[in-house]
């Protein structure tokens, strides 16, 4: 069975950092564009960053430039999202998929979405 778990959240203040992880277990996802989401209560899901297979090409919305950063460790399977400055504005349930084929953008584009983690940002 196919399974990602997302996890790393937490309660942090304004201008902290938090690092997310997300796990992979049932199947290898080396292959894969895999992507970070987040979704904020009365809000659609947003992307928030996206990485190649190989880590060589990245993808990130406007509203996290500079200050997050996704990497990914194939051996280990796993994903990750390094969060710097946070704002309140990043408060937030975040989720990691992968990309099973059209934009790197769209959610609509994802798969084997995880349950999620939730990052609060507040003083």
């Known amino acids: 069975q196919v399974q990602l778990v997302e996890s790393g959240g937490g309660l942090v203040q304004p201008g902290g950092s938090l690092r997310l992880s997300c796990a992979a277990s049932g199947r290898t996802f080396s292959g894969y564009t895999m992507g970070w989401f987040r979704q904020a209560p009365g809000k659609e899901r947003e992307f928030v960053s996206g990485?190649?297979?190989?880590?060589?090409?990245?993808y990130e919305s406007d509203s996290v430039k500079g200050r997050f950063t996704i990497s990914r460790d194939n051996a280990k399977n796993t994903l990750y999202l390094q969060m710097n400055s946070l704002k309140v504005e990043d408060t937030a349930v975040y989720f990691c998929?992968?990309?099973?084929?059209?934009?790197?953008?769209?959610?609509?584009?994802?798969?084997?979405w995880g349950q999620g983690t939730q990052v609060t940002v507040s003083s």
């Open positions: 998929a992968v990309n099973v084929g059209g934009s790197v953008w769209s959610a609509g584009s994802y798969a084997y």
């Open positions: 990485i190649s297979w190989s880590g060589g090409t990245i």
